[in-house]
C-alpha cells in the first residue's frame, strides 16, 4: 500500500509533502499506531530524493511526536495525534506559585495544537543534563530556565539552536539565544532606588542572599546601590539565631527566610515598618495581607509567560527584559 505521495513542481517543499502525506494516511487510516513507515532508502530511491530531505520529514514528524525511531529498524507510528504542531520541552528550575504563573499564562495564550511537557531540574547540574541529552531531538521548541547553574551553557547548546529559548535568567553565555528574562542587577537598584525616601529612616540594609539559588545580580545591583549612596550594609548567607537590631531592613529574597524573621521580630517584641523594616522578593497575594502588607520587589510572572508564548509563535528571537517593580507596603 502506497501511502507516499511526491509531485515536482507542486512550489510546496519535497519534505513537507511527506509529512502530509503521512498524516494523511493516519488520518484515512491507512497506517496505525505500531506501523512501520517506509525506509530513508526505499523514499530516496523511490522518489530521487536526497536522504537529508527524507530526514528532514521524518524529525519533523518524530519532534511532534507522531512517529518514533528504533536504532537499526527503521521508524514507527506512535501517535495518531496529527493535529499536534508543536511539542514544547518546558525546563523549570522548581515549582512555586511565580512558576505556576508563568506556566498558565504560556498556556492560556501558546494557543490550540500545542502540546507540553514540563521538567523540574531543581537546580542540580545532573539533573539539568540529564533532563536536556534525554529531550534533545524529541520536541518542536525548548523553553529552559538555566538559572545560575554552572556548565548550563554548554549543555543548552546541544540542543537544535534554532529551537531554543532562555526564560527567567540569562547570561553572557547564552546571549545567541532568543530570551525573556529579569535584569536582576538592574531590578534591585532601581527597586531600591525607588524606595529610598523611605529606606533614608533606617540604620543599615541586610541581604540574606544564600547564592545557591539566588541570581548573582541581586546581589551586585544591592551592593551598588548601598555603595552609591552611601547606606551602610551587610550581605548574609543566613537569618538563623540573628537578632534583629533596631533601624535595619532586610531584603529577602527567599520566602523561608522572610517567615523566619517576621517569627524573630515577634519574639523581640518588634514593631514592623517601625523599628525594622522588610523589602520581600516576588509578589504574591498573602503578601498583600501579612503583617498589613510585605512590601516587595517584583517581575511581572504572568507577562513573562505571554511574552515567551508570542515569540513562539511568531517566531520570533528577540532577548526581552521582563519590567519589574518595587511595591510599597507597611512593612517599609
Excluded: W
Amino acid at each position: 500500500m502506497k501511502i507516499i505521495s511526491i509531485q515536482n513542481n507542486l512550489g510546496i517543499p519535497k519534505y513537507k509533502q511527506i509529512v502530509t502525506s503521512i498524516e494523511k494516511a493516519i488520518e484515512n487510516g491507512k497506517i496505525i499506531k505500531g506501523d512501520r513507515l517506509p525506509s530513508i532508502n526505499k523514499l530516496c530511491l523511490e522518489f530521487s530524493l536526497s536522504r537529508d530531505t527524507v530526514l528532514q520529514a521524518y524529525e519533523e514528524l518524530k519532534k511532534r511526536g507522531i512517529i518514533y525511531a528504533i536504532l537499526g529498524k527503521g521508524y514507527y507510528i506512535k501517535s495518531a495525534e496529527i493535529t499536534i504542531k508543536q511539542k514544547i520541552f518546558l525546563l523549570f528550575d522548581e515549582f512555586n506559585s511565580f512558576k505556576e504563573d508563568i506556566y498558565n499564562s504560556f498556556l492560556n495564550n501558546i494557543g490550540k495544537d500545542v502540546h507540553i511537557d514540563i521538567y523540574f531540574h531543581h537546580f542540580n547540574i545532573e539533573m539539568f543534563r540529564k533532563l536536556i541529552n534525554e529531550s534533545n531531538g524529541n520536541y518542536t521548541k525548548y523553553i529552559i530556565m538555566p538559572t545560575n547553574l554552572p556548565y548550563a551553557a554548554s549543555v543548552i547548546k546541544t540542543l537544535p539552536a534554532k529551537e531554543v529559548f532562555i526564560l527567567d535568567q540569562t547570561n553572557h553565555d547564552l546571549r545567541s539565544f532568543p530570551a525573556v528574562f529579569q535584569n536582576h542587577k538592574k531590578d534591585i537598584y532601581d527597586a531600591l532606588l525607588k524606595g529610598k525616601l523611605h529606606l533614608n529612616k533606617y540604620n543599615k540594609l541586610v541581604l540574606i542572599f544564600p547564592g545557591f539559588r539566588e541570581p548573582l545580580g541581586m546581589k551586585e545591583g544591592f551592593v551598588n546601590f548601598c555603595h552609591d549612596f552611601t547606606f551602610e550594609y551587610l550581605v548574609i548567607n543566613e537569618f538563623v539565631d540573628r537578632e534583629i537590631t533596631i533601624g535595619e531592613v532586610y531584603i529577602i529574597p527567599n520566602d523561608r527566610d522572610l517567615v523566619s524573621v517576621i517569627e524573630k521580630s515577634k519574639l523581640q517584641k518588634l514593631q514592623l515598618g517601625n523599628d525594622f523594616g522588610i523589602i520581600s522578593y516576588n509578589e504574591t497575594p498573602l503578601k498583600k495581607v501579612v503583617e498589613n502588607g510585605i512590601t516587595t520587589i517584583s517581575t511581572d510572572f504572568e507577562a513573562m509567560g505571554k511574552i515567551v508564548a508570542t515569540m513562539l509563535l511568531k517566531g520570533k528571537k528577540d532577548q526581552i527584559e521582563n519590567k519589574s517593580d518595587l511595591i510599597i507596603r507597611n512593612s517599609l
